[in-house]
């Protein structure tokens, strides 16, 4: 009996044990997913950007990362990846984050750093025998939405490496025109192929209408764009590329001023405690509601040092990969994310667009700060 009694108390103590072993694990696994909740959801206040050992934006770092995460065939990623994945991977090449990449060493001084003519031949090995481009390498099927904004980025990456003639111009240009009456495009699309257009010297060939057309489709009665019920994040993205579109080609008459009244106290009022606009996409809604702002030369009605912070705040630095071995930490020091405190939990989140967008904002705060 006693060793009957032993053998059971022996297996309510391991069941016990496993139970305690079950109860701590479920109290970490949610311990994390508070931490992570925190860290992406809560908006950060003032005092989270002021930290011990906190640094100031870091130009050269942003740059020697851009030219590091470049792929050996000259793309560059839409993502974070490990020197392994990025040596043999090119699925996660892009023609837009290749587009924002140069535009961003452009905007540090440091365009002279990156080999040229490997980019402009990556890019222009993405155009198609009807002269439109690819996004990726292995992107044989793209609707006609993704193909505008494909080829009008393609266009303009090589506009900006002074590579237009690594493609076939003739066969872009046609397709673009034929894409402007006839493609769906978004206004971010439409914004873009007339840019596209006027570095091929056909500005007089584009025409606004649809820009226009869309925008008063879109109007909403808070002043943003978009559908209703849309997040905040569509909104600020859909006025941001209209008014856009509608300044650059000439058609800002067309915008009624109570509308333009209305699109600035909607976007100011959306400022938040740490200096960003949207818990979406922070650090490129950030330069959507700036974009708009200082359209609207209203950039005096929001906390200017509060979303310059926000905006730094998005770089990674040293002391946010303590333990990292060397060889991963130089892919990952100088990355932006697309909110503060996050890159080093998720790195896939450190990829050119954020750095565009960031470094676009900084400019704009830049020049408001004086």
């Given amino acids: 009996m006693r060793q009957a009694s032993t053998r059971t108390d022996s297996a309510l103590f391991a069941s016990l044990a496993a139970k305690k072993k079950l109860v701590s694990a479920v109290g970490v696994l949610l311990c994390l997913c508070l931490v992570l909740f925190v860290l992406v959801w809560r908006p950060l206040k003032p005092d989270d950007l002021d930290g011990e050992g906190m640094a100031r934006f870091d130009p050269e770092a942003c740059a020697s990362w851009l030219l590091g995460i470049q792929h050996r065939t000259g793309g560059f990623p839409n993502a974070f990846l490990s020197p392994g994945q990025a040596e043999n991977d090119t699925r996660n090449l892009d023609v837009l984050r290749t587009y924002w990449a140069v535009c961003s060493l452009r905007l540090l001084g440091a365009l002279d750093r990156l080999d040229r003519d490997r980019t402009a031949e990556f890019v222009a090995s993405l155009q198609k025998d009807d002269g439109h481009f690819a996004n990726n390498p292995v992107d044989d099927e793209q609707n006609e939405e993704s193909a505008v904004l494909s080829t009008s980025a393609a266009v303009l990456a090589l506009h900006e490496l002074g590579r237009l003639g690594a493609m076939d111009v003739e066969k872009a240009t046609e397709w673009l025109l034929w ?88 976007v100011v009022s959306l400022q938040k405690e740490d200096g960003s606009f949207t818990q979406e996409s922070p650090v490129v809604g950030l330069y959507f509601a700036l974009g708009i702002l200082d359209l609207l030369d209203r950039l005096d009605s929001i906390s ?67």
Wanted: charge should be negative; proline fraction near 4%; charged fraction near 20%.
């Fill in 179 to 266: 894409a402007q009456k006839s493609a769906e495009a978004d206004l971010q699309g439409l914004c873009m192929l007339g840019r596209a257009l006027r570095v091929l010297g056909e500005a007089d060939r584009f025409n606004g209408s649809r820009i226009l057309q869309r925008t008063q489709d879109l109007c909403l009665p808070d002043g943003g764009l978009g559908s209703e019920g849309s997040w905040v994040y569509d909104g600020l993205s859909d006025t941001f590329w209209a008014l856009t579109g509608l300044y650059e080609n000439g058609l800002w008459d067309y915008v009624p001023e109570e509308f333009l009244d209305q699109a600035g106290r909607w």
């Fill in 304 to 370: 200017v040092e509060a979303s310059t912070k926000y905006a730094e705040s998005c770089q990674m630095h040293p002391y946010h990969v303590a333990g990292i071995s060397d060889d991963l930490a130089k892919y990952l020091v100088g990355g932006i994310a697309d909110r503060p405190q996050i890159g080093q939990h998720f790195p896939s989140l450190l990829e050119p667009g954020n750095a565009y967008f960031c470094l676009k904002s900084l400019e704009i705060l830049g020049r408001q700060r004086g």
